[in-house]
C-alpha cells in the first residue's frame, strides 16, 4: 500500500487528513496519499516565496541544465512511471509510455528553446532613444492539473515556469497524488532547490485553498466549470490565470476523402485513453453519400478494439478513470436514446469486466443538437456520429457548441481544407491529422475551453510579466510637449 505525503519548503512531510486512491482496473485500494488543507497549502506557499528571489536570479543556463537532467530522469524512470500512471488512471502501458516518453521530449525542448523565448528585446525609436522589452518571472505559481494526463500536462506548466524564475506550489488531480509526487521527487533528485517546487495532494479543497492563498498566478487545466470557478475566486485577487478547459471536437469527414484513413484516424482520436483526452474527436460529422460506408468501417473497427486490464499488453482500452465519470457517461447515453438515438454497438459495462469502471466501446448514431452528447463535453469511450450534406452545413454543426479547442478535417481538397481552417472556432486544426503534439507547436483552445497557451514560445511566455525599459541616451534634449506649454 503506498504512504502519501507532501513536499513543502524540500521536506517529505506527513498529513494527518488522508484520502484513497483506487486502481480503475479492480476497484481496490492501493494507497493512501495525503490531503493537504488551508494550513498546509500555506506552508508550501511560504516555502515558495523565501526560495523565489535566489531562485530568480540562478542563471537561466544553470536552470535550463537541471531541466535537461529531469528529461533524462524521466527515462531512466520509465518502467516505474508508465506502470504508476496505468495503475492510477487505468490507461494501457503503451499509452502510458507514449507520455512518459513525450513529457521527457518537452522538458527537453523547454530546456534547450526556453531561453531564446525570454531573451530581451531591443526595439529601436530614434538615434537618441531606445527601448527594451524584458521578461520577468511573475512569482508563486500555483499549478493545478487533472488526471488525465498526470505526467505530461503539469510538466507542460512547471517546466517553463521554473525555467523563466518562478516558483511552483503544484496540486495534480486526486484521482492521480502518487503520480504527482514522482513529479516532486524527480525534480529534487535532478537538483531543482528546497521550496522551488512544493507538491500538495488533495482534493478540489486543496485547490480552492491554492487558488485563495498568497500566489501570483494560477495555471489551471481541467473542466471548464472548475475553470469559471477558478476565475472568479481569482478575480478577488486579481491572480494572473492562465486556462485550459474542456473540448468538444468537431471531426469533419468530407466525400473526397481518404475515408480509411479517416475511419482509423477517428478510432483512434475517440478511444485513445479511453476516451478521456481533451482533444478527441467528440462529435464526428460525415458527408452524406459516405456516410453508410464510414459508419459500417467505424463500427466494425470498434467492435475489434480489445478492453481489459491496462497493464496486459493486448489491452486497446483500460477502464474509465473512476466510477463518478462512469455514471456521468451513461447518463449522457441514455439522454441521447431517450430524443432518439441509435446504439450501434456498446452502450454497456462488458459483461467479463464487472469489477474495475469499465465502460464497452460505443457508438451512437441519429444524434440530434438538443442531446446532451452534442452540448456537454462526453469524457469516456463513447462517439456520436451524424450526417452533413455541404460545406456551410458542416460548419454551422462543428462551431454549435460552447467549446473551442481543437477540429479535425478530412479532405483532399486543400481549397475546402483552408476555407475550414478558417471558419472553424477553436484553438486548433489538424488537417488530415489528428491530435498530434509538437513542442513547437502552440496548444490553445477560445470560447468555453479556455484562454491560456501552452508549449512554444506562446507557452514560455505565459509565465512572465513584460517589463517595458526606455531609455534616453542623452541626445535630443528638447521635448516639445513639456511645460510650459505657453511658450
Ligand atoms: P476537474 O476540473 O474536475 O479537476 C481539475 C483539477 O482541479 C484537479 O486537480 C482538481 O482536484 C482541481 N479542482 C477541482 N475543484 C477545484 C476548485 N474548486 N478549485 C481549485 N481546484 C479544483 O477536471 P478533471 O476531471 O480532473 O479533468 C478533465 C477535464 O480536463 C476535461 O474537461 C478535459 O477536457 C480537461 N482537460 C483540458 C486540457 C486542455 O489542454 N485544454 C487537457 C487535459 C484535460
Request: aromatic share 8%; hydrophobic share 40%.
Amino acid at each position: 500500500m503506498l504512504e502519501g505525503k507532501l513536499l513543502i519548503g524540500g521536506k517529505w512531510i506527513p498529513c494527518k487528513s488522508k484520502f484513497e486512491s483506487l486502481n480503475p482496473a479492480t476497484g481496490e485500494v492501493f494507497g493512501r496519499a495525503s490531503l493537504a488543507g488551508k494550513k498546509e497549502v500555506t506552508q508550501a506557499v511560504e516555502a515558495a516565496r523565501l526560495a523565489f528571489p535566489e531562485w530568480k536570479r540562478t542563471d537561466i543556463s544553470e536552470r535550463a541544465g537541471i531541466f535537461i537532467r529531469i528529461g533524462e530522469e524521466i527515462l531512466k524512470r520509465s518502467q516505474e512511471l508508465k506502470t504508476l500512471i496505468t495503475l492510477e488512471m487505468g490507461r494501457p502501458l503503451f499509452e502510458s509510455n507514449i507520455e512518459v516518453r513525450k513529457t521527457s521530449e518537452i522538458i527537453k525542448y523547454f530546456a534547450n528553446e526556453g531561453k531564446n523565448y525570454l531573451e530581451e528585446e531591443a526595439i529601436p525609436i530614434n538615434p537618441h532613444e531606445s527601448s527594451i522589452t524584458r521578461f520577468e518571472p511573475v512569482g508563486v505559481v500555483g499549478v493545478i492539473k487533472p488526471w488525465n494526463y498526470p505526467l505530461l500536462l503539469p510538466f507542460w506548466a512547471i517546466a517553463p515556469a521554473l525555467l523563466a524564475g518562478n516558483t511552483v506550489v503544484f496540486k495534480p488531480s486526486d484521482l492521480t497524488p502518487f503520480a504527482g509526487m514522482e513529479i516532486g521527487k524527480i525534480c529534487q533528485d535532478a537538483g531543482i532547490p528546497d521550496g522551488v517546487i512544493n507538491v500538495v495532494t488533495g482534493d478540489g479543497s486543496t485547490g480552492e485553498s491554492l487558488v485563495s492563498s498568497d500566489i501570483d498566478m494560477v495555471s489551471f487545466t481541467g473542466s471548464s466549470q472548475t475553470g469559471k470557478h477558478i476565475m472568479k475566486s481569482s478575480a478577488e485577487k486579481l491572480h494572473r490565470i492562465s486556462l485550459e478547459l474542456g473540448g468538444s471536437d468537431a471531426f469533419i469527414v468530407f466525400r473526397d476523402a481518404d475515408i480509411e484513413e479517416a475511419i482509423n484516424g477517428a478510432v483512434w482520436g475517440r478511444f485513445m485513453n479511453c476516451g478521456q483526452a481533451c482533444v478527441s474527436p467528440k462529435r464526428i460529422f460525415v458527408e452524406d453519400d459516405i456516410a453508410d460506408s464510414f459508419i459500417e468501417g467505424f463500427v466494425k473497427r470498434t467492435r475489434n478494439l480489445v478492453i481489459g486490464n491496462g497493464l496486459d499488453p493486448g489491452t486497446d482500452i483500460g477502464p474509465m478513470v473512476s466510477l463518478e465519470q462512469r455514471e456521468k457517461l451513461k447518463l449522457q447515453v441514455e439522454d441521447a436514446v431517450r430524443l432518439g438515438a441509435v446504439i450501434e454497438c456498446g452502450g454497456k459495462k462488458p459483461a467479463a469486466l464487472q469489477d474495475g469502471f469499465y465502460y464497452e466501446p460505443t457508438v451512437l448514431t441519429g444524434v440530434t443538437p438538443e442531446m446532451k452528447v452534442m452540448n456537454e463535453e462526453v469524457f469516456g469511450p463513447v462517439a456520436v456520429i451524424s450526417v452533413f450534406d455541404n460545406m456551410d452545413e458542416a460548419l454551422a454543426l462543428a462551431n454549435g457548441t460552447v467549446y473551442g479547442l481543437g477540429a479535425s478535417v478530412w479532405t483532399k481538397d486543400m481549397d475546402i481544407a483552408m476555407r475550414m481552417s478558417s471558419q472553424l472556432e477553436c484553438g486548433m486544426v489538424w488537417i488530415n491529422e489528428i491530435c498530434t503534439l509538437h513542442p513547437q507547436c502552440p496548444w490553445v483552445g477560445i470560447k468555453h475551453s479556455g484562454m491560456g497557451k501552452d508549449l512554444s514560445r506562446y507557452g514560455v511566455r505565459e509565465f512572465v510579466s513584460v517589463k517595458h525599459v526606455n531609455v534616453n541616451f542623452g541626445g535630443g534634449k528638447t521635448r516639445g510637449w513639456w511645460f510650459p506649454y505657453g511658450k
